[in-house]
């Protein structure tokens, strides 16, 4: 499986979720727009791991929708926090 093939996959996985990143403050908000779980806030260095991260996997995939990588880094969380 190619990694595009890989982050649609968890995008689609994530589509009730809705990622915002705060380069300013280096804090990232995964929210469930379902309104059934508590969001979860990563500040500090989890926040810049994060952001960092989001930065190397759309260089490595440039065709990828922005939207889709962020979903597919926000897929652990969702996986081991609200499931």
Same mark, same amino acid.
Do not use: N
């Given at each position: 499986?190619?990694?595009?093939e890989?982050?649609?996959?968890?995008?689609?996985y994530?589509?009730?979720?809705? #990622?915002?990143?705060?380069?300013? *403050?280096?804090?990232?908000?995964i929210? +469930?727009?379902?309104?059934?779980?508590? +969001?979860?806030?990563?500040?500090?260095?989890?926040?810049?791991? *994060?952001?960092?991260?989001?930065?190397?996997l759309?260089?490595?995939? %440039?065709? #990828?929708? *922005?939207?889709?990588?962020?979903?597919?880094?926000?897929? %652990?969380? #969702?996986?081991?926090?609200?499931?």
């Open positions: 499986m190619r990694l595009e890989i982050i649609e996959a968890d995008a689609r994530c589509a009730d979720v809705s #990622v915002t990143i705060c380069r300013k *403050f280096g804090t990232v908000e929210h +469930d727009q379902s309104g059934e779980q508590e +969001d979860i806030f990563l500040q500090g260095d989890d926040g810049d791991r *994060f952001i960092a991260e989001f930065d190397s759309v260089e490595k995939a %440039p065709d #990828v929708l *922005f939207e889709d990588a962020i979903k597919h880094l926000a897929k %652990p969380y #969702v996986e081991c926090i609200w499931h």
